[in-house]
């Protein structure tokens, strides 16, 4: 299953938001007010949505400013969160990407918490 939040665009530039969003411990000021967020080490977090159980992310790859990938740590819901960055005029332009293997069944009970996850983090991402 690939989902896609929307291109925001946000004032730091694109080596501040790299900076950013490798420091794991900075997701929180993305989350939405309601979930559980616990740091876990410098490259990991813990993080609970309502309805849904509580999932471990950790940091798996950066490509220095453009690229940060986030992955469960969990073999029952393996997936990765990926924000790619390009720099613009006005500060620099990011989309988030969830990339997850998971059952028919599965996916259709997840897709619309996932997007609405998904477009919260773009929506944070924007107020930076």
């Known amino acids: 299953m690939n989902l896609e939040s929307r291109q925001v665009t946000t004032s730091k530039s ?3 938001l790299y900076t950013f969003l490798t420091q794991v411990e900075n997701f929180k000021q993305l989350m939405p ?3 559980k967020f616990e740091v876990q080490g410098t490259d990991k977090f ?3 949505l309502k309805g849904m159980p509580e999932i471990r992310l950790g940091l ?3 490509i220095p400013h453009s690229k940060v990938v986030l ?3 969990s073999d029952k819901l393996a997936f990765t969160l ?3 960055m390009v720099q613009q005029e006005n500060g620099t332009l990011a989309q988030l990407h969830f990339n997850g293997d998971f ?3 599965m996916a ?3 897709k619309g918490p996932i997007n609405k996850f998904l477009e919260q983090l773009a929506t944070g991402l924007e107020k930076l």
């Open 103 to 105: 059952n028919a069944m």
């Open 60 to 62: 798996q790859e950066s």
């Open 82 to 84: 990926t924000c790619d």
């Open 33 to 35: 007010e309601d979930t």
């Open 71 to 73: 992955g469960s740590t």
């Open 14 to 16: 694109q080596e501040e």
């Open 108 to 110: 259709m009970m997840i």
């Open 46 to 48: 813990l993080f609970g």
